[in-house]
């Protein structure tokens, strides 16, 4: 990992609140390191006609840049005290010790003002931006008015060159300040420069080696050996510790060729072109390791803002799918299956969904399918009293944050084995809310790596619980509507009576309309006067509840007409009258017998419905008689089929929805339904029933309602036969 990489991309520190540090402890430490930085400039690099390296350039602008301006008087007048006292011990009159203090202070004023003036925020040396104000008003402009004071009074204090001071003056200032203040500046806004004792020992004591191997031979030239080191360094580490090597290499340098080392100390020539030249170098070589840690910065944050562009379009399109399927889903537990299955695995590495149980402090947990082997995934039905992250969240209302091992533990250490397991580092759990901020629930997430719940993390995971409670406040309203009309369509339809002599039924009933489980379609089978049983099976037109209420009532009303009916056909032409007063029963079709269990006669009609099949023993056939039209379309001749049906013989009666295909003709599959249930010999009632199903509906989602009623006839067959007829009867009778 880069020093770049650590900080290039990380949000950047707004500007330091020196006003927290007292002003005195603040004067204390520009008092200090300016005299050190001083006496450095006398005692170390040389005598003070020869203006060298002046580290303490980069103290005073330091100071001024990361203090509010009511400080500055302060700061300003401490260095020019300090200056003078230092200078004055050095031998220097008064007067001219005066000039440089002036000389040094209105440098750094002046560059502070101007880089305050370009970047008014915190300066980031990282940016190119930054970098060039920092080196335009700091390095270059601020130097120009401290040398020209300074050569000035040097030129006035022992007759020198005016133009060779001034550039003296110049390189020497400008070189402490790119040093000392761009090293500190970059220490104080960095996130990443207060850690890594390590690294910052191995790249200073690098550069500190490299230049003094390059510059102690006198005659081998190797000077330049500092220069891949920095570069090294610049590549691989912030630019704090950058610039902390390069102040390393800047300060040995300078006091190599101070003792007579290296290739500056054998030039014949004036000091002030041994000052200037190795100061261009050193300050050549700092800035060619600043330019790369720049490039290294700005390329590590194109990757990042390109990785964060990535991320986010990958959310902004899961959101859209799991929009897409929460809108699909119909139940509780499909939106946890979507959550899970679509959302969980875009922010982290295990996750799970719990749904608080209606009428219940029981949960219900769905979890991401990322476990290991031995451990279960999918649906788990929780205990109310159990502590997990889950159960806290839910009962507190409010998120619930842990961002190393360490923490999860310490709250659940129960649950410290399965941290392991999953190699969970952090976690993070936020509660799903519906209306009035009833907690419905909570989703948690868990991340291989520490502090992994970022602000970005937070603010997903807060908007995918906001969709999920949406969703959920939806298909909690369906699932009571849902058991509303499912506890009606039950109430509608019949039990089955097993008390019936003579007879055995089976019956089933598949809705088309799935959300509801309603619909039109109906069966009914009841006792009838003189031991007779009637049956029924009945198809109204919809799939919805005015289908189902319109059902109820020619149901009642044709238990009610069977009783006092001589025969089906007039139970059906009785019905037909009373269907004008139940709304929505216009063209319903209705089939309706009845069965003698003493004499096996078994009268049948059919009022447009389908025909019913009798099967017998291998073979299984229409009964076509006794057919006329459905309710409510007009007067019509209705009529009954009659016959004896043999030992075990088993009627099957149905609605269209068994046999009613888009792609295929009806007598097709009516002819198919015949020879499946020719095809099982010697069948119950029961078995026939769930056979027929499996074979013509399957698990196929089925385009209208379906009826299925199997109805067996026990007993032994009379004596005497009775052949089969039809019974008609008047158009006005029925």
């Known amino acids: 990992m880069t020093g770049s990489a650590d900080s290039a991309g990380a949000p950047q520190p707004a500007p330091p609140a020196a006003g927290r540090a007292p002003l005195w402890l603040v004067l204390v430490m520009v008092v200090v390191a300016y005299t050190a930085g001083a006496s450095l400039a006398f005692e170390g690099f040389g005598a003070p006609s020869v203006v060298v390296l002046f580290l303490p350039a980069g103290v005073t602008l330091s100071a001024l840049v990361l203090n509010p301006r009511r400080r500055w008087p302060w700061i300003?007048?401490?260095?020019?005290?300090?200056?003078?006292?230092?200078?004055?011990?050095?031998?220097?009159?008064?007067?001219?010790?005066?000039?440089f203090a002036l000389?040094?202070?209105?440098?750094?004023?002046?560059?502070?003002?101007?880089?305050?003036?370009?970047?008014?925020?915190?300066?980031?040396?990282?940016?190119?931006?930054?970098?060039?104000?920092?080196?335009?008003?700091?390095?270059?402009?601020?130097?120009?008015?401290?040398?020209?004071?300074?050569?000035?009074?040097?030129?006035?204090?022992?007759?020198?060159?005016?133009?060779?001071?001034?550039v003296s003056f110049?390189?020497?200032?400008?070189?402490?300040?790119?040093?000392?203040?761009?090293?500190i500046l970059a220490w104080r806004y960095s996130t990443d420069g207060r850690s890594g004792a390590v690294r910052w020992a191995v790249s200073v004591g690098s550069a500190v080696a490299a230049t003094v191997i390059g510059f102690w031979p006198d005659g081998v030239p190797l000077f330049y050996l500092p220069i891949p080191v920095l570069f090294a360094v610049a590549f691989s580490q912030p630019l704090v510790v950058t610039l902390a090597a390069g102040m390393a290499t800047t300060v040995a340098a300078n006091l190599m060729t101070s003792t007579g080392h290296g290739p500056w100390a054998a030039l014949e020539t004036s000091d002030q072109l041994i000052t200037v030249t190795l100061q261009l170098f050193l300050a050549t070589t700092i800035l060619g390791a600043w330019a790369l840690v720049v490039g290294v910065a700005e390329r590590?944050?194109?990757?990042?803002?390109?990785?964060?562009?990535?991320?986010?379009?990958?959310?902004?399109?899961?959101?859209?799918?799991?929009?897409?399927?929460?809108?699909?889903?119909?139940?509780?537990?499909?939106?946890?299956?979507?959550?899970?299955?679509?959302?969980?695995?875009?922010?982290?590495?295990?996750?799970?969904?719990?749904?608080?149980?209606?009428?219940?402090?029981?949960?219900?947990?769905?979890?991401?399918?990322?476990?290991?082997?031995?451990?279960?995934?999918?649906?788990?039905?929780?205990?109310?009293?159990?502590?997990?992250?889950?159960?806290?969240?839910?009962?507190?209302?409010?998120?619930?944050?842990?961002?190393?091992?360490?923490?999860?533990?310490?709250?659940?250490?129960?649950?410290?084995?399965?941290?392991?397991?999953?190699?969970?580092?952090?976690?993070?759990?936020?509660?799903?809310?519906?209306?009035d901020a009833v907690v419905l629930g909570s989703l948690a997430f868990s991340f291989h790596r520490e502090h992994a719940a970022d602000a970005d993390v937070l603010s997903f995971a807060e908007t995918l619980a906001n969709l999920t409670g949406q969703a959920l406040r939806r298909a909690q309203v369906y699932e009571r509507e849902h058991d509303a009309t499912q506890q009606l369509q039950q109430a509608l339809l019949p039990a089955l009576s097993t008390g019936l002599a003579g007879i055995e039924v089976c019956a089933d009933y598949r809705p088309a309309d799935v959300a509801h489980q309603v619909g039109g379609d109906w069966y009914d089978v009841f006792p009838v006067p003189e031991g007779r049983i009637g049956f029924a099976?009945?198809?109204?037109?919809?799939?919805?509840?005015?289908?189902?209420?319109?059902?109820?009532?020619?149901?009642?009303?044709?238990?009610?007409?069977?009783?006092?009916?001589?025969?089906?056909?007039?139970?059906?032409?009785?019905?037909?009258?009373?269907?004008?007063?139940?709304?929505?029963?216009?063209?319903?079709?209705?089939g309706y017998a009845d069965y003698d269990p003493a004499t096996r006669v078994l009268r049948y009609a059919c009022a447009g419905h389908l025909p019913p099949l009798l099967v017998t023993g291998d073979r299984a056939a229409y009964l076509w008689d006794g057919r006329s039209l459905p309710l409510g379309?007009?007067?019509?001749?209705?009529?009954?089929?009659?016959?004896v049906v043999p030992d075990d013989a088993v009627l099957v009666w149905f609605t269209d929805g068994l046999v009613e295909r888009p792609d295929e003709q009806l007598a097709a599959t009516m002819q198919r339904l015949a020879d499946v249930a020719g095809g099982l010999p010697g069948p119950d009632a029961t078995t026939l029933c769930r056979h027929l199903l499996a074979r013509m509906v399957g698990d196929r989602e089925l385009a209208d309602d379906t009826v299925i009623l199997c109805v067996q006839f026990t007993g032994a067959a009379p004596a005497a036969p009775v052949t089969a007829g039809s019974a008609p009867i008047a158009p006005g009778a029925g």
């Open 103 to 166: 000389a040094n202070t209105a440098e750094p004023l002046l560059g502070a003002l101007l880089l305050r003036r370009y970047v008014p925020a915190a300066v980031d040396l990282r940016r190119r931006r930054d970098l060039l104000a920092f080196l335009g008003c700091c390095v270059a402009a601020g130097p120009v008015a401290g040398a020209s004071i300074g050569a000035t009074t040097l030129a006035a204090s022992v007759s020198a060159s005016w133009p060779q001071a001034f």
């Open 537 to 590: 099976v009945g198809d109204v037109v919809g799939h919805q509840l005015a289908a189902a209420a319109a059902m109820a009532r020619l149901q009642s009303s044709l238990r009610v007409l069977a009783q006092t009916a001589p025969d089906p056909a007039h139970a059906l032409g009785d019905l037909d009258r009373a269907s004008a007063l139940i709304p929505h029963s216009r063209t319903a079709t209705v």
């Open 300 to 435: 590590d944050r194109a990757r990042r803002d390109t990785s964060v562009e990535r991320a986010a379009r990958q959310r902004l399109h899961a959101l859209q799918v799991l929009t897409t399927d929460l809108a699909k889903a119909v139940t509780s537990g499909e939106i946890a299956q979507a959550v899970v299955r679509e959302s969980i695995g875009l922010i982290a590495d295990h996750g799970s969904v719990a749904l608080v149980v209606p009428g219940s402090s029981e949960i219900v947990r769905w979890t991401s399918a990322d476990r290991p082997a031995d451990m279960p995934d999918g649906y788990q039905q929780v205990p109310a009293d159990a502590a997990t992250p889950h159960h806290d969240v839910i009962r507190a209302g409010r998120r619930l944050v842990h961002q190393t091992r360490a923490d999860a533990v310490a709250a659940y250490p129960h649950l410290e084995g399965l941290y392991h397991a999953l190699d969970v580092h952090s976690g993070l759990c936020v509660p799903i809310t519906g209306d």
């Open 633 to 643: 379309v007009g007067p019509s001749t209705r009529s009954h089929g009659r016959l």
């Open 170 to 183: 110049w390189a020497g200032d400008a070189t402490g300040v790119l040093t000392v203040a761009g090293g």
């Open 76 to 99: 300003l007048a401490a260095v020019a005290v300090t200056e003078i006292v230092v200078d004055v011990s050095h031998g220097m009159s008064p007067r001219w010790a005066a000039g």
